[in-house]
């Protein structure tokens, strides 16, 4: 069973700076995504950015420049450097892994989420 453990949630103020992890626990055998999604209060979940297992990265245009994803695979970890966050950052972040093999099932791509964790960025 792989699970995504979140850590790094909390307060910012505008301006400020924010470092999410997300560790990948289970034996895997390859994860080739890695990657961040955030939902505001009344909205629907949207994708902040993933990186995959050869280093390619993808960020919602918006975020570009401010967020910054990295990833460690022989960890199966993943951080998002959030810098000048605003209000409207605010949001729970999900961690999520993408075509995953685990030995159980090696035919299997699998997909896995975190348990969310709340950003809030206010003065």
């Known amino acids: 069973q792989v699970q995504l453990v979140e850590s790094g949630g909390g307060l910012v103020q505008p301006g400020g700076s924010l470092r999410l992890s997300c560790l990948a626990s289970?034996?895997?055998?390859?994860?080739?995504?890695m990657g961040w999604y955030r939902q505001a209060p009344g909205k629907q979940r949207e994708l902040v950015a993933f990186v995959t297992s050869g280093g390619i990265t993808n960020y919602t245009d918006s975020l570009k420049g401010r967020f910054t994803i990295s990833r460690d695979n022989v960890k199966n970890a993943v951080e998002l450097q959030m810098n000048d966050p605003k209000p409207e950052d605010t949001a729970v972040y999900y961690c999520?892994?993408?075509?995953?093999?685990?030995?159980?099932?090696?035919?299997?791509?699998?997909?896995?989420w975190g348990q969310g964790t709340q950003v809030t960025v206010s003065s």
């Open positions: 999520n892994a993408g075509g995953v093999v685990v030995p159980s099932a090696p035919r299997l791509f699998q997909t896995y």
């Open positions: 289970g034996t895997v055998f390859s994860i080739y995504t």
